[in-house]
C-alpha cells in the first residue's frame, strides 16, 4: 500500500502532482472510495460528514475529479455482508480518509476489519489531518481530542513508522503551535513530522518523501 | 413526526406542494439531514449509490438537492456508538429527515438500536421523507420480496402507518414490480396494501393518510 498523508488534503499542485504519481494515472481513470467516519462524532458531525463528500470540503478530496466514487461507512461495515464491501475496497484505486477523532476513525477501522486488509491492498491511502495520524504506530496520547475513546489506546495502524501532526501553526488552533507540538512529539515512541495544511508526506515501500509549498518539521524519536 | 412516503423522491408539483405543506415554511429555510444507510445493505446498491444519494447526483430521485438551508449526513449505524446527547441535539435542531433506500429491514434495524425509532413519533414537527425502502420502513412490514438483509425481526418493519407499501409499480428498469406481483405481495399483508408508481406519494399527519400522485396506485387491500 501506498500513502499519501496530509494535514488538509489535496490543497495545491505540488501534493496533487504526488498523488498522481503514486496512482500512476490520472485521477480521471481512477476510482475512489471516501471514509467519513473520523468526524461523525464531532459536534457537528452530520454537517462536517456533508461538507467532505459533497460541500465546502469536498475541492480537497473527493472532488479532485476521480472516474467514481463511493462511501464507505465503517460504522455499516459490521453488520452487512463482507462480499458487499469488500471487492469494492479491493478494486479501488484510491481510499480517502478523511479526519475527525483519530481514536474513533482507528476503533472503526479495526473493528470494521478493514485495517486488516490494508496492507494487502495496491490502493493509495490518502489520508486527511486524523485520517492521517492513524496510519502511524500511535499517534501520541488519547486525549488528542474530548471525544469519547472508545479504545482507551492509542495504538494506530501501524501502515508506516512514524506519527505525523496535523494543522502545524493554523490559525485559529491554539494547540497547533510550534511550542505545543514539541511537547506533544517528546511523548512518542518514534519520529514524527509536524506539517502545515500545505504539506503532505507520501510513503511508497517504505520511502519517505514530504511534499510541501509550506512548513514543516521533523522530530527525531526518544527511544 | 410528519411523514412524506415516496416511492422515488420529490417526483412532481403535486408531491412537492405536500412536502411544502409538512414543512410549513419554505424549503430554503429547513435543515434537512440525509440517511444513506440502507443502500450499504441492498446486493443492488453500495457504496457508489450513497456518493450519488449525498451528492444529489440522482436526478431521477429528487431528495437531497430541493434547495435546503443545509444538508448533513445522519449515518444511523453510527450513531450507538455516540454520546446520545449529542445526535439527539441533531435530530432536535433538524426540520427533515431524507431517508434514501436499500434494505427496509436494515433501516429498521439501525432505527431501532439507535433509540431513533422511539425518539421521532415525540417529535411532532419533524418531518420523515422516505423513498422507497425509507418508505417501506414505517410500514408495519414489506414482505419476503423485498427482504435482503437477514434481520432478527424478519421482515417487520417499524409500523408507524398500518398500511404496506409496494414501491416502484410498473418500472421499466423493474420487470418484476408488475401489479400481478404487487397482488400476490399483497395477500401476506397484515393491513392495508398500496401500489405505487414513482409519481405518487403518501403524506401521512396525525393518523390521517392522504393519497398525492400524478400517476398511477392502487389501492390492493382494505
Not at chain 1, 24 to 32: L, N, Q, R, V, Y
Not at chain 1, 102 to 118: E, F, N, V
Not at chain 1, 127 to 152: C, H, I, K
Not at chain 2, 81 to 91: D, H, T, V
Request: proline content about 7%; glycine content about 10%; hydrophobic content about 45%.
Amino acid at each position: 500500500m501506498k500513502l499519501l498523508l496530509t494535514s488538509s488534503g489535496v490543497t495545491n499542485a505540488s501534493i496533487r502532482n504526488a498523488l498522481v504519481e503514486l496512482l500512476g494515472k490520472p485521477i480521471a481513470e481512477c476510482d475512489a472510495l471516501c471514509i467519513p467516519t473520523g468526524v461523525e462524532p464531532f459536534p457537528g458531525g452530520p454537517s462536517h460528514v456533508y461538507e467532505f463528500i459533497a460541500g465546502a470540503h469536498a475541492d480537497r478530496m473527493c472532488g479532485l475529479g476521480w472516474r467514481s466514487l463511493g462511501v464507505l461507512e465503517l460504522t455499516a461495515l459490521p453488520s452487512i455482508r463482507r462480499e458487499h464491501w469488500v471487492r469494492a475496497v479491493e478494486e479501488a484505486d484510491a481510499l480517502l480518509v478523511w479526519g475527525g477523532s483519530p481514536l474513533y476513525l482507528c476503533y472503526w477501522l479495526h473493528r470494521s476489519g478493514l485495517a486488516d486488509l490494508l496492507p494487502s491492498l495496491d490502493a493509495v491511502y490518502v489520508g486527511t489531518s486524523g485520517g492521517a495520524m492513524v496510519a502511524a504506530p500511535d499517534f501520541g496520547g488519547a486525549r488528542y481530542d474530548d471525544s469519547e475513546p472508545l479504545t482507551g489506546s492509542d495504538d494506530a495502524l501501524g501502515l508506516v513508522d512514524f506519527s505525523v501532526f496535523p494543522h502545524l501553526e493554523r490559525e485559529g488552533m491554539p494547540n497547533t503551535t510550534l511550542e505545543h507540538v514539541e511537547r506533544w512529539a517528546a511523548g512518542l515512541s518514534c519520529p514524527a513530522y509536524a506539517i502545515d495544511d500545505q504539506t503532505a508526506i507520501s510513503v511508497v515501500d517504505g520511502v519517505v518523501e514530504v511534499v510541501s509549498e509550506g512548513e514543516w518539521r521533523l522530530f527525531p524519536g526518544q527511544a | 413526526m410528519k411523514l412524506l412516503l415516496t416511492s422515488a423522491g420529490i417526483k412532481n408539483a403535486s408531491i412537492h406542494a405536500a412536502l411544502l405543506e409538512l414543512l410549513g415554511k419554505p424549503i430554503a429555510e429547513c435543515d434537512a439531514l440525509c440517511i444513506p444507510t440502507g443502500l450499504y445493505a441492498h446486493p443492488w446498491a453500495g457504496p457508489r449509490q450513497a456518493w450519488r444519494f449525498v451528492s444529489a447526483e440522482e436526478p431521477e430521485c429528487p431528495m437531497v438537492g430541493l434547495g435546503w438551508k443545509s444538508v448533513g449526513v445522519l449515518e444511523l449505524t453510527a450513531l450507538p456508538s455516540l454520546p446520545e446527547a449529542r445526535w439527539r441535539g441533531w435530530i432536535e435542531r433538524t426540520d427533515v429527515l431524507l431517508c434514501d433506500g436499500g434494505d427496509a429491514a436494515y433501516i429498521a434495524h439501525w432505527l431501532r438500536a439507535s433509540g431513533l425509532a422511539e425518539l421521532l413519533p415525540t417529535m411532532p414537527e419533524k418531518v420523515w421523507v422516505g423513498l422507497s425502502a425509507g418508505s417501506m420502513v414505517m410500514t408495519p412490514r414489506i414482505g419476503e420480496e423485498f427482504l435482503t438483509w437477514e434481520s432478527s425481526a424478519g421482515d417487520t418493519t417499524l409500523g408507524v402507518v398500518d398500511s404496506s407499501i409496494f414501491p416502484h409499480l410498473n418500472h421499466p428498469d423493474l420487470p418484476d414490480n408488475t401489479l400481478a406481483a404487487a397482488e400476490r405481495w399483497a395477500a401476506a399483508m397484515p393491513g392495508p396494501a398500496y401500489a405505487i408508481d414513482d409519481e405518487t406519494a403518501f403524506t401521512v399527519v396525525g393518523g390521517e393518510v392522504a393519497v398525492v400522485s400524478e400517476g398511477e396506485w392502487k389501492l390492493l387491500r382494505a
